[in-house]
């Protein structure tokens, strides 16, 4: 089955819509239509870079390719990649299901290659304050590490001890972060319920949780308003994170102090709370939620009947508004996704999953 990529918002450095002859549009206020492969993957969207995974290959578009599509080269046949990570300079490194290390390496001539770095790490994150998180340990032990690096620079210096380690009752399944605070994720077991746990920087209010003497802001701690809640997936960007649960229930946390707008969903700021969403549908009825997505300010949801809404900001037209667009949105709005329902062929078009950027969007669609 066919997937279709479709992209909206900041394109300065040619990320969704690479270069030609003319220089990339600053921004893509609506929808536009990236391509199209039997499996799309969207392992990285930063500021500057997307990096995608296309039919089995990695395809690198922005600042790093001087908005050109390169595809990366690396020294192992079919690698499976877990995640990928980076920072506002772009796309830095991935991480293979093996819990190998490879580093992204540009040159002035050639394509960028990967080199590996390590192996025995899990998975790997890097916060908007520059400050670089590590998830190591055996897959089959109770405990995992967290290992905390003040830079980029410290971590792929192999002579360079981390900072700071935190130890953790699981490996956790997603290791993600926003600009100043890290969130993981533990998937829950027959034995054992999900959990989210957070750290970081308590000044924004975006660790869902009130830090205090025993559990300070600085190590990791559980989210108990999360407590017992199976979730699937967690994502965060900005200030702001999100957590969606395997009955379609959508949580979400954040924000900061002193913001001119906010999203109205969000909890009151310094309350350490976490809100669960309720998305009304045109019947007033309420929408399950299926996916969701956290760009640097925007939020994206997928509802059950293949409509995205968002929220947030909008000065790019990440949230794809056309010309007369709100640069900021504080309650859910349906998008007007500009692409026909079938193509050519007669194919039905069905959203899939949306991704976030930074100050951009992604759509993922199938065609049956």
Known sequence: MPFELYACGFNAHGQLAGASSEEPPQDLSCVQFMLRANHIRILFAGWADTLLEIDGRLLLRGASTNGQDEILQCDISSPTWRTAFGDHNGVRGLVTEEDDVYLVETAYAGPPTLRKIKSGTQNVSIAGNGKVCEAVGAKSSAQCHILEYPTFAAFSDPLTNSTLRHTLPLTPTALISNETSFTALFHSSPTTPSAVYTWGDPRHTSLGRLPSASQPAASPHPIDHLGGINLRKVCSGGWISAALSDSDDLYIWGGRAGEEHRIQALPDVGSGEVTLVDLQGDDGGMVDVVDVAVGAGHVLLLDGDGSVWGAGRN??????????????????????????????????????????????????VSLC
């Open 315 to 364: 000065e790019n037209g990440q949230l794809d508004r056309g010309a007369g667009r709100q640069r900021f949105l504080e309650d859910w709005t349906r998008l007007d996704l500009n692409f026909d329902q079938k193509d050519k062929t007669g194919a039905k078009r069905k959203v899939e999953g949306v991704h976030c950027g930074a100050w951009n969007s992604f759509v993922l």
